[in-house]
């Protein structure tokens, strides 16, 4: 059974950080790509940044220079520095992996982890 569990949400300031924690467990033959997304309510689910297994990384261009992805095997973490109000949302990572199991590169999602910038 493959899980994909985030933590480190939480309640900052305008202008503070967070750094938020993603792990990919269970029977995985290969990761291919992480990321992590968000939604506010009312919207649509966002890219905010990916990173390959060779750690190519990619940003929405809202937070290019503020957020940075980083990896350390099937574990990915997002830096978030100068958060503001409206980067309020869900956090939810996501793992495209090929699963013992199937052998077939799949697309997992964890439950999400609450972020709110207060102003």
């Known amino acids: 059974q493959v899980q994909v569990v985030e933590s480190g949400g939480g309640l900052v300031q305008t202008g503070g950080s967070l750094r938020l924690s993603c792990t990919a467990s269970g029977n995985i033959f290969s990761i291919k790509t992480m990321a992590w997304y968000r939604q506010a309510p009312g919207k649509q689910r966002e890219l905010v940044a990916s990173?390959?297994?060779?750690?190519e990384a990619n940003y929405a261009d809202s937070v290019k220079g503020r957020f940075v992805i980083s990896r350390d095997s099937a574990r990915t973490f997002l830096q978030m520095n100068s958060l503001k109000p409206e980067e309020t949302a869900g956090y939810y990572c996501n793992a495209v992996l090929l699963p013992v199991a199937t052998m077939r590169w799949s697309d997992y999602w964890g439950q999400g982890t609450q972020v709110t910038v207060s102003s």
């Open positions: 990173i390959t297994d060779d750690e």
